[in-house]
């Protein structure tokens, strides 16, 4: 069983930044998949925002681009969320889920308030 934990979430201002992190229990160098998603409030539905994977092909939906990087660091077995110029439409619940050889694992989810 492969643990997943996100942390780095909290209250920031619109134009504002923070760096999500996703940390494995096992290493990440031959991750199938590694993935933030968000849900806000009122839905139902976990949007994918950015992604990493084998070879270290990354991707960004196009609702964050410019704005949202993903990174990783295989020697700490961990994924991360930079966001930048945060708006209020970005509050929610981040989740990080990963695709392992061993099975699919999520976190438990770090908020993200977008508020003045």
């Known amino acids: 069983q492969v643990q997943v934990v996100e942390s780095g979430g909290g209250l920031v201002q619109p134009g504002g930044s923070l760096r999500l992190s996703c940390a494995a229990s096992e290493s990440i160098s031959n991750i199938i998949f590694m993935g933030w998603y968000r849900q806000t409030s009122g839905e139902s539905a976990r949007e994918l925002v950015a992604?990493?994977?084998?070879?270290?092909?990354?991707e960004i939906a196009a609702s964050v681009k410019g704005r949202f990087t993903v990174s990783r660091s295989d020697t700490r077995n961990a994924v991360y969320l930079q966001m930048n110029d945060l708006k209020p439409e970005d509050t929610g619940v981040y989740y990080c889920?990963?695709?392992?050889?061993?099975?699919?694992?999520w976190g438990q989810g770090t908020q993200v308030t977008v508020s003045s």
């Open positions: 992604a990493t994977g084998g070879g270290g092909r990354s």
């Open positions: 889920k990963g695709i392992f050889v061993s099975g699919t694992y």
